[in-house]
């Protein structure tokens, strides 16, 4: 071959290649791929996330993180992002690397008795790209793993499995998007699906709903309710499929958005009709949603309960040919006049059962708009039947015998089938039917003792979550239901469920509704569909439900709040948490959505300021109260250790932990007077500090320094000296000093490498400024304003101890100063006690400067000019608020208490 003809060859090559990167650059990889396009269409339920490090605290706020720790399959996820990090050598590097990546995970039936996952996750950069070669190699030497790959209809999979037991995972690459499972079929059944690009997907009646670009959405759910049964059936007994598959055949298939507030799991959204012939919507189709009436007489130990709100009974009913038909000919037209007199509301009911092998008590409720015509009409059924006119006597009502074998069936259709000879009572305008006299006189002395829903606060509140009105409604307490689900499931499954109590019972309340569209015969009219998992509030919690408004939110609780409200930063949210009390003793965590995410009964009020340390799993949350101290993990529960019980004669009025980053946490306590205490995180007293006795009051709060691994204590005094303790709680070198006349604040502290460069500062009733070191030398002094004889001063430093200002109040008159002498506003109040000043620098010249007053319960913010910032003051109730500034939008947000309000308020200083 010639060169010249070798040199066309390559170049040929060259071209062709440079062509194909251009074709796929410019008409392949633009176009994007629809993440739905990718999920086999057998799947049952498919979970669509987005915001994964907003989800994970969500979950922490909720408490479902901890449950959810506890399922095997979830440790199981646990366990390998464990190795993950082990071998990518970071923390939390699976977090990161999902992001807010939209990862979706369909849930899919792989066998008659298992269920398998697969997952699908974006790869977004050629770094993230990478990574996963560089986890698949590393994966690939480690003796323990064995990485393989295989051709699967001319694609590439790759299988990672564990050598000693097989189990592993499979996972393929379709451009850039990884799909990756524990079953290889589902992989595979992917590849499948890509040969047919013209396919509907999974989400295609839903591509123009987009729950993800609203507020406050951590997830999406799609659900294939033709294919729920199918699920459910690995789940419970052969002869519960007939009805499960009854009540699912309301819709097809339906969409909803997710949402974690406080003590509630709402799902919302939309559900497609189920169009096939028999179906239970086809049947309903034009029925009148309906309120649940009958909650006066629903026994607080129902387990489970199918409400259906319809306008005639008549849909329900089966023809008389598809059941055993001994009803003569003579007592069919009774049954249909019955049947005629029943209308609006039919419910399904199980009662809580003592054991998992007590079958539960089962009834069927009916609204019947005439009780007087019920009571003839059965008792023209009796006679006809000829059974005994004797009955039994609960308080005022009667059971009797009905004579007709499954008359609920005949009633109200085969869902309420299985009743055998059935027992029957009136109780007002509703007939009840059990399985025997026995499961109608257990329902019958709840009705009698008023343990009824309507007269239950929790189960009032939780209907009112629920929407007024419903075609179906299914409600499950688990706490009732829990030997119910233990009976009901297979053998194979009661293990699980034993091991997943607590987060079956995390959530008490269930309420699944449909809620008919309002014009049904509209073409592409869908049922409004919502899921509750709730928590009941108990307790102080949460009266009334949040609202907000234009400039702020507002959360109602029942007891009036007594503390300041106290910001938490939560990582991944733009706004923070609040802690507050109230005068119940109550300390509540408010989440950065405005719900109350837990609740928990302290001994006693609040004593200063909250402090944050870090724990093991997150960040602590420390507190005092005058006999306890406190250490609250994210989800309000002690520390191991805590809480530390103070001696019977301290009255603590301060804490003061070490700073963080310098050890073991030593907490030094002011047992009022002038004694302190030290002690460690395990309730270990140091030498020394048994108390510390002081022959003066103290001034204002201690401070706590560590200067070159050194501790240093410095305590000043009102009588105007100043002592510095080391941990032993020895007086340092050139200790005390005295600034010459009274103090009444704290110290400002510049903590420097070296004792003699970390500076103190004082301000003293004579209105002098006072700079020492470590060394006890006085550094440097000087007069701020002038005093007088009723003058008082205080030193307040900023929220983030970096600067500070000093406040000067005679009688009704308050004055602020920079420590320049500068005076940067005053003010005239109308009463003459003092006024708490709080000071907020957030850089850039943006000052705030909070004041006070008690009396009229009226704050007043001030800008570094002296401007009153809004124009006018806010109420609130306690001695102080909080403040926080968003740069993006130049806004400050206000948090204030108002007697039994948490208030958020936004402003901005034009």
Known sequence: MSNKLLVFLVGLLLVSAL????????TVALVPVDPWTLVPD????VLATHDHPTLVRHLKETQLWDNLTGVRYFQQLEDDATLVDSLTGTRNSLLRFLGTKTVLT???VTSPSSFDVLFQVPIRTVREYRQVRTLVDALGRDPDYRVTTRDYH????????????GEGMTFYNYRNHLLLSANAGLVEAVVRRLEHPGLPTVAADFQNTDFMQLKDVDATLLMNYRRLPQFLALFFRADLTPNMTTFASLSSSGQLEMKLVGNKVLFNGFANPETARGSLHEKLRGQPAQRLRMAEVLSIRTAVLVHLGLGSVAPLRTPPSALADSVTRRMAPLVDSLAASLSQEVALCYLASASPRQSPAKLALAYCPNPTQIATLLGQLRRATGTTPSFERVGPYQIHQTGVAE??????????????MPAVVQVGNYLAFGEDAAAL?????????GEVWSRSPTQVAFLQDMQPQARLNIIVDTRNSWNVLLRALVEDRRAGLLRNESLVKRFPQIAWQFVPAANEAERGAQYFTQLVLRHPATGTVVARAQTQSETGMLLTFKTPLTSVPALVPVTGARTPGVLVQDAARVLHYITPDNAVAWSDSLPGSLVGPLRRLPLADGTGLLLATPDRLHLLDEQGREAANFPLNLPDTVQATSLTPSPAGNGATRLLVTGGGGNLFLYDVNGNAFTGWQPKRLDFSLAGLPSYLVIGGRDVIVVPLENGYIYAFDQQGSVYPGFPISVGARLNSTAFVEAGPTLRRSRLTVVTQHGERVSFNL???VVSRGRVATWSRTSSFRLVPDQRQRSYVVVREDGGKLALFEPSGRQVLTQTFVTSGTKPVQYFDFGSGRRVFALTEPGPRKVYLYD???????????????????????PTTSTYQLYRVLDTELRRTAFKND
Do not use: C, M, N
């Open 42 to 45: 057998d799947a049952v339920l």
């Open 864 to 886: 570094g000019q002296g401007r009153l910032l809004t124009g006018q003051p806010f109420d609130s109730s306690v001695p102080g608020v909080d403040i926080t500034y968003e």
């Open 154 to 165: 001319g694609e590439t999979l790759t299988d990672i499995r564990v050598q000693s037991t």
């Open 407 to 420: 008359l609920p069936a005949r009633l109200l259709g085969t869902a309420f089938a299985g009743f055998g």
């Open 775 to 777: 060394s006890g030398d």
């Open 106 to 108: 369909s849930v899919h």
């Open 19 to 26: 062509g194909s990167y251009v074709y796929y650059r410019r």
């Open 441 to 449: 006189r257990l329902w019958l002395t709840d009705v009698v003792a």
